[in-house]
Structure formats: C-alpha cells, structure tokens
T-cell receptor
Framework: GAVVSQHPSWVICKSGTSVKIECRSL??????MFWYRQFPKQSLMLMAT?????????EQGVEKDKFLINHASLTLSTLTVTSAHPEDSSFYIC?????????????FGPGTRLTVL | EDQVTQSPEALRLQEGESSSLNCSYT??????LFWYRQDPGKGPEFLFT???AGEEKEKERLKATLTKKESFLHITAPKPEDSATYLC??????????????FGSGTRLSIRP
C-alpha cells in the first residue's frame, strides 16, 4: 500500500509556457500532500504543503503565483509552473500523507523532471 | 535553528563490509525521524519512522536507531543493490497544530562488488 504516482515523469517545454504536474495517491486517501524540488546532488526542498479543499501553504521564498497548487480531492494534487523559465528546470517530487497537519509518514511519488528551454 | 546533518556525505564500501550512516539533529520537540532511500532520478522510498529515543527498526540488511540527538542507519553485509542516497528527515512542531519536515542532505552510498 501507499503508492503515489506522478504524471508526467518528464517534460520539456519552451520558456514562457505553463506546465502542469499531477500527483495521485493510488491506494489511500491523502489528507496532506507536499511538493518538493530537488537540484542535482542536493536534498529535497519543500515548496508547499496542501490540504484537500484548502489553500496551499508555501514555504518562504516560494512564489505562490508562480507555482500554483490545487488539492482538488483526497487523491489528487496538481502543481502548475506558470510562465516557466530555464531556472525553473528541476526535479519536482510530490509526497502524500494520510494524516492531517503532516504528522504522518510521507510517501513519495517518482518525481517529474522539468526542463525549460 | 532546527537543523539536520548527515554524515558522511559519501561512503564507498566493499560488498559485505558493514557500516553506519549518521543523522544528527537539533530540533525542538521531535515528532518523528524518517529514513528514506533514493535512487538516481527517482523519488525517495520510505524505509523507517522512529518516534522516541531508544527505538529501533529493522528491514533486511538495514537497522535504524534513535537517540535524543542522532539516528544511525546501520547496514550489515551490504550488497551492490544497496547503493543509493539515504536521506534522513525530522519532523518538528511549528505550533500546536502544525509541524514541518526538514531533510538532511543525504549520504551517497556506493557498494563495490
């Protein structure tokens, strides 16, 4: 149990376009979902935390108008990178937790590699 | 300031050579400590959660232990397929109803056949 999927697994886009990444919990209901980005050989950087049906909480320094997060249901969260630029190229990983207030173990998706040309 | 530090940054072992990875932390009110394994180009895979000092958990060749200041991930007689980056994360309270998770920078483990 506790499987999390992401789609797409990789995407290449032109500068200025918007990209949507989906994160789904396949076999459990995720009260809380998290979005991270990871640069090569670095650890995960939390971008935002979202609870189903409410607005996401963004970490300091993360532009909420740039990275739009929607947690539409207990099994789906989306991250939209708006007007993407080359500096947004990164590995984006979502995770899902059964518990509220991020007190439970997080299960991670396989990640999405975004390359902005 | 809450911090998580993993050491060593990289570790190369011969197959069968046991060793330990360290995760030291300074947080106020630890709610949980997590170990993950991450293969290149993939998301982290959950290994263990530890909640209180003295707790131990085992899975195959891996054993995680926890004290009030640090956690160790012991790997016994490793095999090449154990090669990966091992991430430690701690969960600490922000306030009475919210918490935050802080990841360490990871230890890149390489096992030579």
């Amino acid at each position: 149990g506790a499987v999390v999927s992401q789609h797409p697994s990789w995407v290449i886009c032109k500068s200025g376009t918007s990209v949507k990444i989906e994160c789904r919990s396949l076999d459990f209901q995720a009260t809380t979902m998290f979005w991270y980005r990871q640069f090569p050989k670095q650890s995960l950087m939390l971008m935002a935390t979202s609870n189903e049906g409410s607005k996401a909480t963004y970490e300091q320094g993360v532009e909420k108008d740039k990275f739009l997060i929607n947690h539409a249901s207990l099994t789906l969260s989306t991250l939209t990178v708006t007007s993407a630029h080359p500096e947004d190229s990164s590995f984006y990983i979502c995770s899902a937790s059964r518990g509220a207030f991020s007190t439970d173990t997080q299960y991670f998706g396989p990640g999405t590699r975004l390359t902005v040309l | 300031e809450d911090q998580v530090t993993q050491s060593p940054e990289a570790l190369r072992l011969q197959e069968g050579e046991s060793s330990s990875l360290n995760c030291s932390y300074t947080v106020s009110g630890l709610r949980g400590l997590f170990w993950y394994r991450q293969d290149p180009g993939k998301g982290p895979e959950f290994l263990f959660t530890l909640y209180s000092a003295g707790e131990e958990k085992e899975k195959e060749r891996l054993k995680a232990t926890l004290t009030k200041k640090e956690s160790f991930l012991h790997i016994t007689a490793p095999k090449p397929e154990d090669s990966a980056t091992y991430l430690c994360a701690v969960q600490a309270p922000v306030d009475s109803s919210a918490s935050k998770i802080i990841f360490g920078s990871g230890t890149r483990l390489s096992i030579r056949p």
